[in-house]
């Protein structure tokens, strides 16, 4: 049997998922992460569920190439999915502000029962300062290399007491400070401040 290779950033999200996990990938593009589970038997079930028709074929695609059994969902982010069909949501490879909107759209996931692994592609910063103040508590992050940029990983669950987070645990993580990989991301935010600051002097606006 042919097997997939994963890219480092979703052999991390890979590595996070709890063994046995019945697991909803959401915006699975080419489902090449629920295939990699389903095929190193980590898995018990996989929901694939992506918002275009296009990615949803690659998927169906993949699956077939590699022998995975697929549950394909055409639906915009969490709305096809019932709360017991999984245990384990996947939300990777978007912005922060688009994994907002669809926690928003499901709030089951607050419930407390499902373990939430976030890959957020921009605004990190926003994502952990929403899900802090909705109650959902950190128990994992971690970081990884990918194409020359570093991405955190946020691992979460619902139900906790909302709290508010400092300016700088939104921007430099809240469980991040043991990872390897730390010093090179609170220089990389450094630097995005630097670069904002400067374009702010740089402006014609007095505010």
């Known amino acids: 049997m042919k097997h997939l290779q994963l890219q480092p950033r979703l052999r991390l999200l890979a590595d996070m998922v709890p063994q046995g996990a019945r697991l909803a990938d959401i915006g699975t593009d080419h489902g090449y992460l629920p295939v990699w589970l389903m095929q190193q038997g980590r898995i018990a079930s996989a929901i694939a569920a992506d918002i275009g028709p296009e990615p949803l074929a690659h998927a169906r695609r993949t699956a077939e190439e590699y022998g995975a059994a697929l549950d394909l969902r055409l639906c915009d982010g969490l709305r096809g999915i019932a709360p017991h069909e999984a245990d384990t949501v996947v939300i990777a490879g978007m912005g922060g502000e688009t994994i907002i909107t669809i926690l928003e759209g499901a709030v089951w996931t607050k419930d ?3 373990t939430l692994l976030l890959q957020p592609m921009t605004k990190a910063a926003d994502l952990r300062y929403w899900l802090a103040v909705n109650g959902y508590s950190f128990t994992e992050e971690r970081l990884v290399w990918d194409k020359n940029y570093l991405y955190p990983v946020l691992r979460v669950t619902g139900g ?6 400092t300016e700088r645990q939104a921007l430099t993580g809240v469980a991040l400070d043991n990872d390897p990989l730390y010093r090179e991301y609170l220089t990389q ?11 702010l002097r740089r402006s014609a606006k007095p505010d």
Not at 160 to 165: F, K, R, V, Y
């Open 160 to 165: 906790g007491t909302p709290q508010a987070l």
């Open 112 to 114: 407390g029962a499902h």
């Open 189 to 199: 935010q450094a630097d995005k401040l630097r670069r904002t600051a400067e374009g």
